[in-house]
C-alpha cells in the first residue's frame, strides 16, 4: 500500500511537472460570452419539466385506458334458457318435445 | 398618458395598484442585486479552480487544440446552470462533472483524436531525466482510452478520491481501482527502466 503511494506521489508529481497557463484571451472570451448569453433562471421549468412530461402523458393513457375498455372487456355469451329435446315418431306422425327450463325440477315431490 | 405603476386588469376594468408597482419593482431589482451576486460568487469559485480544471481537459484530450473550446464550453455551462448549483456540494467535483461530459460530447462527436502528443515540444526541459519520465507518463496516458484517461488524469493531475471520480464519472468504485491499478502497473515497469 505504502508502495503504491509513493508510486502514486511520483506519477501525480511528474502529471503536473508539464502544466500550461490558460491562453491569453481566453479568459476574457468566455467571461464576455457568459455576460452576453442570457442566464438560466427557469427554475421553475427545470424542476417540474419531468412531471410536466409526465402529466399529458399519464392523462393520454387514461384516457386511451377509458376508450378501450369496452372493447377490452369479455363479452357474455348468450344465456342458455331452455334444453329443448325432440323425438319424432315417424310411422305414427308424432312428435315429441320435452323442454328443460331452469324452473324445471326434476324428481321434486308434491 | 404614463401611469407611474401597474395597472391589474380586475373583472374587464383596470386598478391602478402602486403599491403592487412598488413591491414588483424591489423583487426586480433585489433578483438582479442576486444575479450580480450569483456572478460574482460564480468567478471567485472558479479563481483556485481555473488552472487544474484547464490542465485536466488538455490532458484528457491529449493535448489537442480543441481543449480550448471543451473548457469553454464547459465555464459557460457551469455559469448557465450555476443557479442549481446546491451551496452544500463541492464546487469543484461539480464543475468536473461539467468538464466531464463535455469531453465525452467532444469523443462523441470526433473519434479521431488518437493521435499521442508531442510532449518533448510542450515541455520546458525536455532532455533531463525528468523529462524522460514526464514523457513516458504521457506516452502511457495518450495510450489510455478517453474514459480511462479521464480516470488517470482525475486521479493524478486533479487530486481526487476514488469516491470522488465515481460521484464525478459516473463509474463504479470497483472499475476505477482496476484502472488506476493498471495505471500503476504498467507505469510501474516504465518508470522502473528508467531509474535503472
Redesign the interface.
Known sequence: MDK?MI??K???R??????????VG??E???L???S?V???R?FF?KWRLALAVVPGGAALLLALLLLLPALRKQEGPQITEIRTQFELVDKNITIIFIQRPDFKLFEED | MKIDGDCLESSGSFIFNAEKARSLRRTKMKDKEEACVSQAAFWNLMEPVKLRLYNFVLKSLNFATDADDVYQETVLHAFQYFASFRKDRDFRAWIYSIAHNEIKNHFRKSRNLTASPNIGALMASPNDSTGALVREVFRFAAQLRPKEREVFFLFYESGFSIPEIEGITGLKEGYIKLLLSQARNNLKEALGVHHG
Not at chain 1, 511528474?14 to 491562453?23: D, F, G, H, I, N
Open positions: 503504491d508510486l502514486d511520483e506519477i501525480s511528474l502529471v503536473r511537472s508539464l502544466e500550461k497557463a490558460l491562453p481566453l479568459e472570451r468566455i467571461a460570452k457568459a455576460t448569453e442566464p438560466y433562471h427554475p427545470r
